[in-house]
Nanobody, 120 residues
Framework: QVHMVESGGGLVQAGGSLRLSCAAS????????MGWYRQAPGKQRELVAA???????NYADSVKGRFTISRDNAKTTVYLQMNSLKPEDTAVYYC??????????????WGQGTQVTVSS
């Protein structure tokens, strides 16, 4: 069983910063990648940022230069530093972990979601 626990959301004014954290625990075999997604009301869930097992990162164009994804040395906790926040960043943010099993199957696990609200 895998648990994903998120923290760090909240209400912030435009131009402000927030840091999200997500800790994965339980029976984990090989973390292929971890990332952050977000879903605004009436919109589809979209990738915000991801970090691979090798440390490569990729970002949505809308957050490049403002958001930074990182992880701890154990590679089971992922962070999202969000700077220069804009009202359009308002959404529920979800942590994702992609776990590769020895027999080849890859499973996705999700955090419970944390609300980020940016006021203008």
């Amino acid at each position: 069983q895998v648990h994903m626990v998120e923290s760090g959301g909240g209400l912030v004014q435009a131009g402000g910063s927030l840091r999200l954290s997500c800790a994965a625990s339980g029976t984990i075999f090989y973390i292929n990648a971890m990332g952050w997604y977000r879903q605004a009301p009436g919109k589809q869930r979209e990738l915000v940022a991801a970090i691979s097992s090798g440390g490569n990162t990729n970002y949505a164009d809308s957050v490049k230069g403002r958001f930074t994804i990182s992880r701890d040395n154990a590679k089971t906790t992922v962070y999202l530093q969000m700077n220069s926040l804009k009202p359009e960043d308002t959404a529920v943010y979800y942590c994702n972990m992609r776990d590769e099993k020895p027999w080849g199957r890859v499973d996705d696990y999700w955090g419970q979601g944390t609300q980020v609200t940016v006021s203008s």
